[in-house]
């Protein structure tokens, strides 16, 4: 393949696309033939792939599991696990390879080392955020070695890079801080010189090293987000992310069967929809897509054909009020109700200092003059934050809360719309409402229990009559049951 006039400029590469393609996408041989046949279908185009995988479907689940088991001395247990999952990444590798003994011992010594890292851990008994880190590291080191075989196998001229040496990190485990600067000079060195020599460069998503070169993760879902990284380190001209729904939907298709596909929508929506728990996105991949202005693109790897959604920095203008409902469940509330006036000078400032000083965001803050509620994760620290903040205040802590999350171009500027959102939803109890922090998004907090019959009725009135500029209202006339 002959370098593009961006590659001999040495600026943005007209051509060049990142693909990243999630579990679902990679869970089995018939899911990595479809990745294999997607990404030749963009080099018959033409097209100059950067490829990044996650780890095989639940792999990081089980194999976070199997550190949790080794850790609390249960090494059979812990190394069952490992072994269970050395056979399914052996019969993937088998079944897509014909001649598979190169990539076998590749396997087998990725095995032996997380074997022997398992029983040390059962030995110590202590399992730290970096041995974490790199327990899990494993999934995407051997589910992108895989997919690289199975690309050659079918021609492709791929080639495996280990992301630990592009993707560099702070030294937070398991939610690491990308350096931006570092990362492009990498990408720059590691990645742009195979792509212009024609070469397909493969790496995992996920995971990264710190500048000591220790393995760190970017947190869960966080493939998306290298995808996102490496996409504006290399100018790409587009990102793709690949997974097992046809887009960005009005719901979790999930939890709403009749959710439709959003067509197109902005940056800014799209990040918000992400934050607030639409799992389709990671929450920070639309960072480094925005600050180049790259369109990021979420495809179905099932349904290669639709044309899924596109995010863009301006959406076209649309009729209905909202694109999309989010849910972040897991979440609490703590109340703090102070003896004195909260707005006395300072006082805020001293409450969310104890947020800050324990790492914890705040999701939602509602105040009144002697209280202040605020929704965060639900975690650990919780009893550690309630302790502190009880130097200053009565509090108070609740689990099993959610947040319903709607998010739509100029809310605010809608006249009647929460007395519409509160109507679809009068037989749910709302315990916080915020509407009014940002223009595109409304959200409220209620049970956790409530949360996915929240969704439906919101979801029911809200997108009888959408708009078929953004949403893809074909789809759900040929799903339309005939009448009899
Ligand atoms: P991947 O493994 O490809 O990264 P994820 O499981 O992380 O995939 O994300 C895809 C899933 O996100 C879908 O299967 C769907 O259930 C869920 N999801 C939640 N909200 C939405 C939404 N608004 N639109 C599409 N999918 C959503
Ligand atoms: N494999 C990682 C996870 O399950 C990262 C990802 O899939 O995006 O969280
Ligand atoms: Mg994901």
Not at 82 to 94: G, I, K, M
Not at 220 to 233: E, K, V, W
Request: proline share 4%; charged share 25%.
């Amino acid at each position: 393949m002959r370098p593009c006039a961006g590659c001999l400029n040495g600026n943005s590469h007209m051509s060049l696309v990142v693909m990243k393609f999630g579990g679902t996408s990679v869970e089995n041989p018939a899911a990595i033939s479809r990745t294999v046949s997607i990404v030749a279908g963009r080099v018959a185009m033409g097209k100059q792939p950067v490829v990044v995988v996650s780890a095989l479907a639940k792999v990081t689940d089980q194999l976070l599991r199997a550190a949790a088991s080794a850790a609390q001395g249960d090494r059979t247990g812990a190394l069952a696990i490992s072994s269970r999952l050395r056979s399914r990444h052996r019969d993937t590798a088998a079944a897509l390879v014909k001649n598979p003994g190169d990539l076998m011992n590749l396997i087998d010594q990725k095995f032996d080392a997380l074997d022997e890292i398992l029983r040390g851990l059962a030995a110590i008994l202590e399992l730290t955020p970096r041995i974490s880190d790199l327990i899990v590291s494993y999934g995407e080191r051997l589910s992108s070695r895989i997919v690289t075989a199975a690309l050659c196998e079918k021609g492709i001229n791929a080639v495996h890079v280990d992301a630990r040496d592009v993707i560099v990190t702070d030294s937070q485990f398991q939610k690491a801080i990308p350096q931006d600067a570092i990362i492009e000079k990498r990408a720059g060195e590691r990645l742009r010189p195979l792509v212009d020599q024609g070469h397909v460069p493969v790496m995992g998503g996920f995971i990264g090293s710190n500048e000591e070169g220790i393995t760190t993760t970017l947190g869960r879902g966080g493939s998306d987000f290298t995808g996102a990284l490496i996409g504006g380190a290399l100018t790409a001209e587009a990102i793709e992310i690949w997974t097992d729904v046809d887009g960005i939907m009005t719901a979790d298709p999930r939890v709403c069967p009749d959710a439709l596909r959003v067509k197109v929508i902005s940056f800014e929506e799209a990040a918000e929809l992400a934050y607030f728990g639409a799992k389709v996105l990671h929450p920070a991949t639309i960072l480094p897509a925005v600050k180049k202005n790259i369109p990021v693109l979420v495809l179905n790897s099932r349904n290669p054909s639709n044309e899924g959604t596109r995010i863009i920095s301006l959406a076209p203008h649309c009729k209905s009020p909202f694109k999309s409902i989010a849910v972040k469940k897991k979440l609490s509330i703590i109340d703090v109700v102070a003896s004195r006036m909260l707005m006395t000078h300072g006082y805020l400032k001293e409450i969310f200092t104890i947020f800050d000083k324990h790492k914890c965001p705040v999701d939602m803050v509602s105040t009144s003059e002697v209280s202040v509620s605020l929704t965060v994760d639900s975690n650990d620290r919780l009893p550690a934050i309630a302790a502190d903040l009880s130097q200053l205040a009565d509090v108070k802590y609740e689990g099993k809360k959610a947040l319903i999350c709607l998010v739509g171009e100029d809310i605010r500027g809608q006249n009647g719309i929460a007395a519409q959102v509160f109507n679809a939803v009068r037989h749910i109890n709302v315990r916080m409402i915020s509407q009014g922090a940002s223009e595109i998004n409304m959200s409220f907090m209620i049970e956790e229990d409530d949360a996915d019959e929240a969704v439906r009725s919101l979801h029911a009135a809200f997108f009888k009559d959408p708009d078929p500029d953004i949403f893809d209202v074909e789809a759900r006339k040929l799903t339309a049951q005939p009448a009899n």
